[in-house]
């Protein structure tokens, strides 16, 4: 077996979409590495593409380099091949005797790693907020009051940027003032 190292690694990713619910999908995955020198390349690639190191800059600085970020970085580098980026990334010890028998889900020679739970949830987000208050506005023209009233509930305690919301408006082709959204027939 690979692996006196093992993290969990823990993230979520966003599918955002205008028309559509946008979609959270939370991630979980354990990674098992004999050492971070055996997966050196993967881990300065995903440094240096993700995290702005410039190593004629910045030298070897130990935070970039613990074995914690180097689970990360092959994590991302697994899933750069579908094209998705983890948010909220963190990984924590786990134990040997915690992975599972099954083959590993990707591997070479430097670890290996398995896709623990993967779990996705219809979420409402900004862009979702303003196509609301885009359609709701082709026909009359809609107070600041009321257009809160009517998107932030949907937001169930989470936070959201009202002038991301107005931005995104914009860009569909909304107008606004201080008092009023509406849109141009």
């Known amino acids: 077996m690979i692996g006196i190292d093992c993290y969990k690694v823990?993230?979520?990713?966003?599918?955002?979409?205008?028309?559509?619910?946008?979609?959270?999908?939370?991630?979980?995955?354990?990674?098992?590495?004999?050492?971070?020198?055996?997966?050196?390349?993967?881990?300065?690639?995903?440094?240096?593409?993700?995290?702005?190191?410039?190593?004629?800059?910045?030298?070897?600085p130990w935070h970039f380099f613990c074995p914690e970020m180097c689970a990360i970085a092959l994590v991302t580098m697994h899933l750069r091949e579908s094209m998705i980026r983890l948010k909220g990334d963190k990984a924590e010890r786990a134990f040997p005797?915690?992975?599972?028998?099954?083959?590993?889900?990707?591997?070479?020679?430097?670890?290996?790693?398995?896709v623990v739970s993967k779990a996705s949830t219809e979420i409402y987000t900004e862009s979702n907020a303003a196509w609301d208050l885009y359609e709701r506005c082709q026909y009359t023209k809609l107070s600041i009051a009321d257009a809160k009233a009517?998107?932030?509930?949907?937001?169930?305690?989470?936070?959201?940027?009202?002038?991301?919301?107005?931005?995104?408006?914009?860009?569909?082709?909304?107008?606004?003032?201080?008092?009023?959204?509406?849109?141009?027939?």
């Open 97 to 114: 005797a915690g992975l599972p028998e099954k083959a590993p889900d990707a591997q070479d020679t430097g670890h290996k790693l398995w």
């Open 10 to 60: 823990t993230g979520h990713t966003i599918r955002e979409a205008d028309f559509t619910p946008s979609e959270r999908t939370d991630y979980e995955f354990l990674v098992s590495f004999k050492s971070t020198d055996d997966n050196k390349e993967k881990h300065e690639n995903y440094l240096s593409w993700y995290e702005n190191w410039k190593p004629e800059e910045d030298g070897r």
């Open 150 to 185: 009517l998107v932030l509930p949907k937001f169930e305690g989470r936070y959201c940027s009202w002038d991301y919301i107005l931005e995104r408006f914009r860009k569909l082709g909304g107008r606004h003032t201080d008092l009023y959204l509406r849109v141009d027939r």
